[in-house]
């Protein structure tokens, strides 16, 4: 079954504890990027990759990191966590160029900093 | 500033009503997509419109791009609950020869038995 998995789904933790949330998808897609979404602003892009060790900011990449060691993993740093960075997240993957550039999500990661 | 804003942010009408989404941006689109969200999942692709004016349907559900291609309006006829969800547009740019998505807030849809 073609589908992107994110783990964990929930996560709770405390402000500066270092922690990784990761992204796998199975499409062999070569474009993959990090959502956050947060009410009343829908979802706003953290970090996108075009291929593998290639990575580019996006909207909102401030105290985030990744990296694309592989083309089916992603996964999404963050280094010192604030109770601003509580949100939920989504990791998609896609191909641009063929079809109409279909994003597929994750079923997202509720993360709590405390 | 949101770059594509989508209203209303919250409806809730009853079962058999009609409603219409909208999605307006000063920002012209290459393509424009409309995504449905179920709680505890991600957003799930329902329709893309490519060309100025082009309308889709889907059942019950009418897509719409604006001439200009910087609108669109999702059109649901006699709603059922079954179409309770969050309704996410995104449109897509070309920036410097990269893809780009932006999303709407989105439309939190409500349908009461």
């Known amino acids: 079954e073609a589908q992107v998995t994110q783990n964990p789904r929930y996560l709770i933790t405390v402000t500066g504890k270092k922690l990784t949330v990761t992204c796998s998808q199975n499409?062999?897609?070569?474009?993959m990027s990090w959502y956050r979404q947060d009410p009343g602003l829908g979802l706003r892009q953290i970090y996108y990759?075009?291929?593998?060790?290639?990575?580019d900011k996006g909207d909102v990449p401030e105290g985030y990191k990744v990296s694309r060691k592989e083309k089916r993993n992603f996964p999404l740093i963050l280094e010192s966590p604030s109770p601003n960075q509580t949100s939920l997240y989504f990791c998609?993957?896609?191909?641009?160029?063929?079809?109409?550039?279909?994003?597929?999500f994750g079923p997202g990661t509720r993360l709590t900093v405390l | 500033t949101q770059l594509l804003e989508q209203s209303p942010q919250f409806l809730s009408i009853q079962e058999g009503e009609n409603l219409t989404v909208y999605c307006n941006s000063s920002?012209?689109?290459?393509?424009l997509q409309w995504y449905r969200q179920e709680p505890g999942e991600g957003p799930v692709l329902l329709v893309t419109v490519v060309t100025g004016g082009e309308v889709k349907k889907l059942k019950r559900l009418t897509f719409q791009f604006g001439d200009a291609r910087k609108d669109s309006s999702l059109h649901i006829t006699a709603a059922q609950p079954g179409d309770t969800g969050l309704y996410l547009c995104a449109g897509l740019l070309l920036i410097q020869g990269a893809q780009k998505l932006v999303f709407g807030q989105g439309t939190r849809l409500t349908i009461n038995p």
């Open positions: 920002s012209v689109f290459s393509s």
């Open positions: 499409m062999n897609h070569e474009y």
């Open positions: 990759s075009m291929n593998v060790e290639v990575t």
């Open positions: 998609a993957s896609s191909r641009p160029g063929q079809g109409n550039n279909e994003q597929f």
